[in-house]
């Protein structure tokens, strides 16, 4: 139950049909102790205007859809709590890097590209027929890709990304994390393919190390350590074309 | 149906100021140059010494004037902080370690770069000393 205590919210509001350019509009609600910043703007739009927009889904960080910049950063709308930041004005605005496609929705139809190219799956290194059973994979095995595969595509790690606000073209930290994440995976086979979106200046080589991806990124997934790390074999790879001939 | 119209933000040129975090980024970039330079004034160092004993002792004459001390100084504190600033991040740039089975965390790798860079540090200082 509110006690009485409330919270001003100003929210980035954008309408492609009447707005030339976003605009901020401020709301006044109550707040409790244990009420999130997703339910601070569930109640604007349940009370005080049905019109906001924004994605959501679970509640409890593991769909990645509530990604916002709180107070200039981004963060789950769901796990970030009104408390630390009463009694406000708190900034709410749609993810940075990506075009607002209407209030907190932004479209995230780039990043959907990305996700493609690096083929988010695995690619049996030795194909087996059903009857031959599972996969088996060492502990060993899976912790080496372990940590990359708790992402949740929330792309806070691309709205933390000044290489990605520069050049949206950039691979980026999420998408990078998942093509190590299968890269990795002692069961799959496809890794020169998957490189070859990791090669180019926009593939891993726009990244100059700021690494602040990491330290949004609400499941500890260290996309920049990915990135890094794919900077190095994709070096060793150019080297190696030399011995091999050049290609 | 509405027909689409996404909003693109502009890319501001002082995005940095916002975040203390880019703030300090910059900061390790800015002094990035300085690290160029100075490996140029090494380098100046060496040619003389290749020049012969005349050119290599006015190098070193024009080291040990006030503005090159002074110089010095701030290159120290500069360098200082570029080296801080990436081991840092060096954790976020490697493979992870393990040694008997445990993880070394980010913390410990970032210490033992800092120690070693101390160590180069002072075994320079000895034999920059020892030379002199």
Redesign the interface.
């Known amino acids: 139950m509110p006690d009485g205590r409330s919270i001003t919210l100003d929210i980035l509001r954008y309408d492609g049909a009447r707005d030339a350019k976003p605009r901020v509009q401020a709301y006044t609600i109550p707040f409790t102790d244990d009420m999130s910043v997703l339910q601070g703007v569930q109640y604007v739009k349940d009370n005080l205007d049905g019109s906001l927009a924004f994605r959501w889904s679970c509640r409890m960080a593991i769909c990645g859809s509530c990604g916002m910049m709180v107070a200039g950063i981004p963060r789950l709308a769901c796990r970030t709590f009104l408390r630390d930041f009463a009694p406000g004005p708190l900034a709410i605005a749609p993810l940075e890097h990506f075009p607002i496609e209407r209030d907190l929705v932004v479209d995230i139809g780039g990043f959907m590209d990305k996700l493609g190219q690096v083929k988010p799956w695995i690619e049996p290194r030795v194909a087996r027929a059903l009857e031959e059973g599972a996969y088996r994979q060492s502990p060993r095995e899976l912790e080496r890709f372990e940590s990359f595969s708790h992402c949740i595509n929330c792309l806070l790690c691309y709205a933390a990304c000044p290489q990605y606000g520069h050049d949206p073209k950039f691979l980026g930290p999420a998408a990078t994390a998942l093509l190590q994440r299968y890269n990795l995976d002692s069961r799959d086979g496809a890794s020169q393919e998957r490189m070859e979106a990791a090669h180019s200046e926009e593939g891993v080589w726009s990244c100059t190390a700021v690494g602040y991806c990491s330290e949004v990124c609400p499941k500890a997934v260290d996309p920049a350590n990915a990135v890094n790390r794919t900077k190095t074999e994709s070096a060793i790879d150019w080297f190696a074309r030399f011995v091999r001939g050049g290609e | 149906m509405?027909?689409?119209?996404?909003?693109?933000?502009p890319?501001e040129p002082g995005?940095?100021r916002?975040?203390p975090?880019?703030v300090r980024?910059m900061a390790r970039?800015l002094t990035a140059p300085f690290v160029g330079l100075y490996a140029l004034i090494l380098l100046s160092g060496l040619v003389c010494l290749a020049l012969g004993r005349a050119p290599y002792e006015a190098w070193v004459a024009i080291l040990r004037t006030p503005a090159s001390l002074v110089l010095h100084g701030v290159l120290v504190a500069i360098f200082a902080y570029h080296s801080f600033s990436w081991f840092a991040?060096m954790?976020?740039?490697?493979?992870p370690v393990s040694i008997g089975g445990h993880r070394i965390g980010a913390a410990a790798i970032t210490l033992a770069g800092l120690v070693a860079a101390a160590f180069c540090m002072l075994a320079a200082w000895f034999v920059v000393q020892a030379v002199a």
């Not at chain 2, 509405?2 to 933000?9: L, Q």
């Not at chain 2, 954790?91 to 493979?95: D, F, I, W």
């Open positions: 509405a027909v689409r119209r996404p909003y693109v933000r890319f995005w940095w916002r975040n975090y880019f980024y970039e991040i954790p976020k740039t490697m493979p």
